[in-house]
């Protein structure tokens, strides 16, 4: 059988670079320390030329055991919509070593596991995610259930946040809770400054502050409730000009509630309460 070899113009990326040839079209020019390959088309010289067989430098470092310190491109556009395609498919793990920096979005089809126990953090004190969305209800804090349900927030059964009016509570022994609640516009109609359901909690004391420019009016109040009506009284009340408020306290619709109207309008409320 006659042997006919054939060879290609090659040379180093640099002695391409520097050459910086145009190929005839059709012709091949390998640069030999990276393995591409450029086809000439007989107009664009080298530096403006695409590599031709880009896919072969992929193959030949991925066989096991090889490395490379050559940045890889993939300018395959395919998007994935599972494990089975996009224009990269790796079948088996992925070690990253470095950052891993994605342009879309991280889809998992299954479990994110950390490799040991309490040792991986998510984020850190001057490189916080943003909102966190979970399809369920609760998230289990080291052995602590933080809840959340119809707007409530439970630690451990315990509610610890409601969603009237901002009130923010923490629990102090189950089931007293103790909580100061977010500043309120109250003027000359009934607003509810803080509400609970009647089979919460029957006992509750609050210290209110209202503000209204110059003028201070605090006072303190105590509330019953016995499923059926709500008693509260009021006492302590300590102004240092004119009274601003008034406070009153019914049930409406299976919830305790404990209302301000303003003598005067725009007086800005603030309450502290505990409840048992």
Known sequence: MPYIQFQFRRGTASEWTSANPTLAPGELGLETD??????????????????????????????????????????????????VSGALVVTGGVGVGGNLNLGGNLVVSNKILPTSNGLIDIGSP?????????????????????????????????QLANSINGNF??????????????????????????????NAY???????????????????AFLVNDKI???????????????????????????VRLRATGITANNSVKIFSTKI
């Open 126 to 158: 001057t490189a916080r995610f943003g909102t966190v969305y979970v399809s369920g209800n609760s998230i289990d804090l080291g052995g602590t259930e933080l809840t959340a349900n119809a707007g409530n927030l439970f630690v451990d059964g315990v």
């Open 34 to 83: 990276t393995r591409k390959v450029k086809i000439g088309d007989g107009i664009k010289d080298w530096a403006n030329l695409s590599y031709g067989i880009g896919g072969e430098d992929l193959q030949l470092i991925t066989t096991a055991g090889n490395t490379t310190n050559r940045a890889i491109t993939i300018s395959n556009t395919t998007v994935s919509s599972n494990t």
């Open 229 to 255: 009506n709500a008693y509260l009284t009021v006492y302590a009340s300590v102004k240092n000009n004119v009274k601003l408020i008034n406070l009153d306290a019914d049930i409406s619709s299976g919830n």
């Open 202 to 220: 029957t006992t509750a004391k609050y210290i209110v502050q209202a503000v209204n420019g110059s003028d201070y009016h605090s006072m303190e």
């Open 169 to 198: 509570s923490v629990s102090v022994t189950t089931p007293t809770i103790i909580s100061s609640s977010a500043m309120l516009t109250v003027g000359n109609v009934a607003t509810t400054l803080d509400e609970f359901n009647i």
